[in-house]
């Protein structure tokens, strides 16, 4: 593993289905942070975790959770998920020292039908 | 309205041109700036970050600042087609380590 990788590359998902989103860093990074990407509204942070065991809200939360049980692993949970959450998901983490460096895995493209 | 406001083009130029991509914020808590560059189909990476209004230059590219108009650039000197991809502002408030990203701007580079 170099970096940032992400499970699966792309799902496509029945509307109320339960998915999690995979994402695994090699880096011994503090913090690890889910984005959704979805053109004309850009980046926007989902949950975000400064160390193991704490994760903290971002601008888009609901219908999200995440769980921190080590550095490496920051996996995101869709509950039930809906049509509104098909976009793509980003994985990132940064050196909490540093959080303007992130370093962003390849992406989750993901379909709710 | 979005607190970070970038152009999503596409902006197309021949290579050898002189790009400039902006961005406009609205909060001025923002006080660190970053550029992230992103090729098709993959994650965005850091290209640039300032801290400070003004200049700051790296090579072919250089980051400007105005905190006082709430507006930032990047410009790019003698642009290639690997220069070619969507380009995202990113800016953050001190104390916070969560980013707010622009929209970004697709930029196509043409040999």
């Known amino acids: 593993i170099a970096g940032i990788t992400q499970a699966p590359t792309s799902q496509i998902l029945a509307a109320g289905r339960r998915m999690t989103l995979r994402c695994t860093q090699d880096?011994?990074?503090?913090?690890m942070y889910w984005y959704r990407q979805d053109l004309g509204l850009g980046l926007r942070l989902i949950h975000y975790?400064?160390?193991?065991?704490?994760?903290g809200k971002g601008e888009v939360p609901d219908g999200y959770s995440v769980s921190r049980a080590n550095t490496d692993d920051f996996p995101l949970t869709l509950a039930s998920a809906v049509p509104s959450q098909t976009s793509v998901y980003f994985c990132?983490?940064?050196?909490?020292?540093?959080?303007?460096?992130?370093?962003f895995g390849p992406g989750t493209r993901l379909t709710v039908l | 309205q979005k607190e970070v406001e970038q152009d999503p083009g596409p902006l197309s130029v021949p290579e050898g041109a002189i790009v400039s991509l902006n961005c406009t914020y609205s909060?001025?808590?923002?006080?660190?700036f970053m550029w992230y560059r992103q090729y098709s189909r993959k994650g965005p990476e850091l290209l640039m970050y300032?801290?400070?209004?003004g200049n700051k230059e790296d090579g072919r590219f250089t980051a400007q600042v105005d905190k006082s108009s709430k507006y930032i650039s990047l410009f790019i000197r003698d642009s290639q087609p690997s220069d070619s991809a969507t380009y995202l502002c990113?800016?953050?408030?001190?104390?916070?380590?969560?980013?707010?990203f622009g929209t970004g701007t697709r930029l196509t580079v043409i040999p």
């Open positions: 300032t801290y400070s209004s």
């Open positions: 990113a800016m953050r408030i001190p104390g916070a380590n969560n980013l707010f």
């Open positions: 990132a983490s940064s050196d909490l020292l540093f959080p303007d460096t992130q370093y």
């Open positions: 880096m011994r990074h503090n913090a």
């Open positions: 975790s400064n160390t193991a065991g704490t994760t």
């Open positions: 909060n001025s808590a923002f006080q660190y």
